[in-house]
Nanobody, 126 residues
Framework: QLQLVESGGGLVQPGGSLRLSCVAS????????IGWFRQAPGEEREGVLC????????DYADSVKGRFTVSRDNAENTVYLQMHSLKPEDTGVYYC???????????????????WGQGTQVTVSS
């Protein structure tokens, strides 16, 4: 059964760090692009970053460039989102997602993705 499970969220002070995990089951994560998205209360879901299949390409939203990094651990079938220098505006529910097709490249567009995890809450506040 295809499943994506996020974890690692929590409450962190501004300037702090968190590492989110997206554990995949039912498919091999290296064969698909994976996107990370977030949704703040009252806001639309937005694409934070993505990593292509085989990890050849990545794309980051301008708001997170230089602070967030995506990586993939094929042995663990997991994609990680490392977040540094967190800001209050990074607060939201973070989701990982997978497109239906292996042919879909790295994209931060919500409509490109068909399978979603349940999300993990990140709150940046003093």
């Amino acid at each position: 059964q295809l499943q994506l499970v996020e974890s690692g969220g929590g409450l962190v002070q501004p300037g702090g760090s968190l590492r989110l995990s997206c554990v995949a089951s039912g498919f091999t994560v290296d064969y698909y692009a994976i996107g990370w998205f977030r949704q703040a209360p009252g806001e639309e879901r937005e694409g934070v970053l993505c990593i292509s299949r085989r990890g050849g390409n990545t794309d980051y939203a301008d708001s997170v460039k230089g602070r967030f990094t995506v990586s993939r651990d094929n042995a663990e079938n997991t994609v990680y989102l490392q977040m540094h220098s967190l800001k209050p505006e990074d607060t939201g529910v973070y989701y990982c997602a997978r497109p239906k097709s292996m042919l879909t490249g790295c994209s931060r567009r919500v409509y490109e993705y068909d399978y979603w995890g349940q999300g993990t809450q990140v709150t940046v506040s003093s």
